[in-house]
């Protein structure tokens, strides 16, 4: 059964740092990797999404990375703002054979907080 | 606008009545997913639907329902079998090909007493 586990729980930094959050997951047989942001009481959206036939994504002052081998996923936020305190979640995808495509693994979530 | 949309935002019941969470996308995407979310854990899914008229069992579907009749709607049902029902309900979808990303709703936030 796939686990996945966010480290560290919550973060708070100072604004203008650059930031590492990490995902690690214990069945390398994903399908995707994907990184969601939630505000809270919201919806989560989408960040990136990779493939597990890329090692990673670019959305501006993001980059995720993929490290299938080790089970490992970085989401890298560059030049922090106040307005990207959120909690950020990752999920790994099952493998798209037989029933189970879709679905998604949630990791608990890192709290980051950006202070001015 | 495309997207999906969960009704109410809030909703409140006693204990001992079922109660059904609206869920509708205009993506035109053929899967659709329920997810629950508690304070300090992540999304566990409930039930997840590939096609309409069809649906499987999530990691925690005892004390709920579903039903697919129409490719853009995938309603769930709370029912009084359901222990801890009070939780943030999240509807997602996503297309069963490429990439599978998967898009969500703004949740419903059900509170039974």
């Known amino acids: 059964k796939q686990e996945v586990t966010q480290i560290p729980a919550a973060l708070s930094v100072p604004e203008g740092e650059n930031l590492v959050l990490n995902c690690s997951f214990t069945?390398?047989?994903?399908?995707?990797l994907q990184w969601f942001r939630q505000d809270p009481g919201k919806g989560l959206t989408s960040l990136l999404l990779?493939?597990?036939?890329?090692r990673e994504q670019t959305s501006g002052r993001l980059n995720a990375s993929l490290d299938k081998s080790s089970g490992r996923s970085t989401l890298y936020i560059a030049a922090s703002q106040p307005g990207d305190s959120a909690t950020y979640l990752c999920a790994g995808g099952h493998d798209a054979g037989g029933t189970s495509y879709g679905k998604l693994t949630f990791g608990q979530g890192t709290i980051l907080t950006v202070h001015p | 606008d495309g997207g999906i949309t969960q009704s109410p935002k809030y909703l409140f019941r006693k204990e001992g009545q079922n109660v059904t969470l609206s869920c509708e996308q205009n993506?035109?995407?053929?899967?659709m997913y329920w997810y629950r979310q508690d304070p300090g854990q992540g999304l566990r899914l409930i039930y997840y639907s590939q096609i309409v008229n069809d649906f499987q069992k999530g990691d925690i579907a005892e004390g709920y329902s579903v039903s697919r009749e129409k490719k853009e709607s995938f309603p769930l049902t709370v029912t009084s079998a359901q222990k801890n029902p009070t939780a943030f309900y999240l509807c997602?979808?996503?297309?069963?090909?490429?990439?599978?990303?998967?898009?969500f709703g703004p949740g419903t936030r059900l509170t039974v007493t």
């Open positions: 990779i493939q597990s036939s890329q």
């Open positions: 993506l035109n995407h053929d899967a």
């Open positions: 997602a979808s996503s297309w069963t090909s490429d990439s599978y990303e998967q898009y």
């Open positions: 069945d390398s047989a994903i399908y995707n």
